[in-house]
């Protein structure tokens, strides 16, 4: 079976390559060239029954991912099933199965049969939990357990892995030069990784063995995501030199697995004050040959918890502009507690509204949508308006929680409403056939 990356290179253009041109309003032979340079990704596994077919990267609207999974204090399948559905419902476009508790290949597996969206998961999660459970000691992992564990997600559908190659002895020295951080590590999959090499006193295998990693995502097509285990957990650590090294290695790693013919992407942070994004995102480009940049979040700040959906979505709406290809939601839960499904709803909300305000400013000929709300709202077109919102129901829930006696307007100004006032002023002087909007819609 050849990836997509292998079937662009040879010109091909697959039938996923023709959805997302066709979802996304651009010529598939784009798509084809952008895959085959490796700028595009598309997370498949042809193991698996249905998905949707997604595309990641250059030129395509910025893709929201959102994570949900169990801990070690809270296991219940079905609750992450109904997060799953609800992650679905509220149009994101990955999700991520992160459980670190319980019968991990039970919650995957339910997850998956839950929804057609893409499922991605961090492998080592349940190499480092299955071997506490086994030995009391994550440290005695044996890394061919985790290479069996990788074949076997995939085998299950997995459609994207962050996979944690990046950490190595060198990144691992700047981390110990540079003394600790003010935020520590907050990667659970490094985290544990950094100890198991400190333990074992060895190389990172994911690193050791990147090319036997490669060989497995080709196997399944799956889309390989350089996980970011050092990344900084706080806006002090924002950009040290473990983070860059990590970094570094990672761009490398991009490349070289595009010249296996493995789909690739590079995660990024974390934790990043607003005055960075613009340059961390260019880093990532510039050093990875435009590989899809996958960002987790990022928050501007610390001091944010029980807002910090909002604190992400001020991080995200900015990486999203500057050119962030996939952007992990954060819910109002973040450092809290593990979300419930509310959380969940209002994490891929803020977040898909946040990416929006960042392709508005990315992509400024792709605005239409803007206008024609903006007219709706002018003329008065109520019924237009709220279809053309991203959230009707909630604008519906609120309009109709506060009625106001003019139906034109709205219980804000009443009497004083601007918008009608305007209209009566200028309607002999509004241009074209203002009907001829009214039926626009996407
Ligand atoms: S009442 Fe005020 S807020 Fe409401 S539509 Fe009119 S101008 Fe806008």
């Known amino acids: 079976m050849k990836t997509q990356i292998e079937l662009a290179r040879q010109g091909i253009i697959s039938s996923q390559m023709k959805t997302i041109a066709k979802d996304e309003g651009l010529k598939p032979g784009f798509i084809c060239k952008k895959v085959a340079a490796g700028e595009i990704v598309i997370p498949i596994n042809p193991g698996r029954k249905t998905q949707k077919t997604v595309g990641i990267g250059t030129g395509l609207r910025t893709k929201v991912n959102a994570s949900i999974g169990t801990s070690s204090d809270i296991y219940d399948i079905d609750l992450e099933v109904r997060k799953a559905r609800v992650?679905?419902?509220?149009?994101?476009?990955?999700?991520?199965?992160?459980s670190a508790g319980g019968n991990l290949d039970k919650v995957r597996r339910a997850v998956i049969d839950s929804v057609d969206l893409p499922v991605g998961n961090v492998p080592l999660y349940q190499a480092f939990h299955d071997t506490a459970k086994k030995y009391k000691n994550p440290n005695k992992l044996d890394p061919e357990f985790l290479f069996?564990?990788?074949?076997?997600?995939?085998?299950?559908?997995?459609?994207?892995?962050?996979?944690?190659?990046?950490i190595n002895q060198f990144s691992i020295e700047r981390l110990r030069k540079q003394g600790y951080r003010y935020g520590g590590l907050v990667s659970k999959g490094g985290t544990f990784m950094v100890s198991w090499m400190e333990y074992n006193k060895k190389e990172n295998p994911l690193y050791e063995q990147f090319d036997r990693v490669c060989r497995l995502m080709k196997k399944y097509d799956a889309v390989l995501s350089l996980g970011n285990g050092i990344r900084a957990g706080a806006i002090h650590d924002s950009h040290d030199r473990a983070q860059m090294a990590e970094m570094i290695i990672n761009c490398e790693l991009a490349e070289l697995g595009r010249e296996m013919g493995c789909q690739m992407m590079v995660e990024g942070p974390g934790h990043v004050p607003l005055d960075e994004i613009q340059?961390?995102?260019?880093?990532?480009?510039?050093?990875?040959?435009?590989?899809?940049?996958?960002v987790l979040g990022p928050l501007p700040c610390d001091i944010g918890a029980g807002y910090d959906h909002i604190t992400a979505a001020i991080g995200a709406a900015n990486s999203a502009r500057y050119g962030a290809d996939l952007i992990c939601y954060i819910t109002p839960a973040e450092h809290l507690a593990l979300p419930n499904v509310e959380d969940?709803?209002?994490?891929?909300?803020?977040?898909?509204l946040a990416v929006h305000i960042g392709d508005v400013a990315k992509y400024p000929d792709r605005r239409e949508r803007e206008k024609q709300v903006s007219l709706a709202r002018r003329d008065m077109r109520w019924e237009d308006h709220m279809r053309l919102l991203m959230f009707p129901d909630k604008a519906k829930e609120i309009r109709a929680s506060r009625v106001p006696e003019n139906e034109k307007t709205c219980t804000m100004c009443g009497d004083f409403c601007a918008m009608e006032r305007g209209f009566s002023l200028f309607e002999n002087n509004i241009k074209g056939d203002k009907m001829s909007v009214c039926g626009l819609a996407n």
């Open 87 to 98: 992650i679905q419902e509220e149009k994101a476009d990955t999700i991520m199965e992160l």
């Open 279 to 294: 340059g961390n995102i260019m880093l990532e480009k510039r050093m990875s040959g435009n590989a899809p940049y996958y």
């Open 344 to 352: 969940v709803r209002e994490g891929v909300r803020v977040t898909r």
């Open 148 to 166: 069996d564990l990788i074949e076997k997600q995939l085998e299950d559908g997995i459609s994207f892995m962050a996979v944690h190659c990046g």
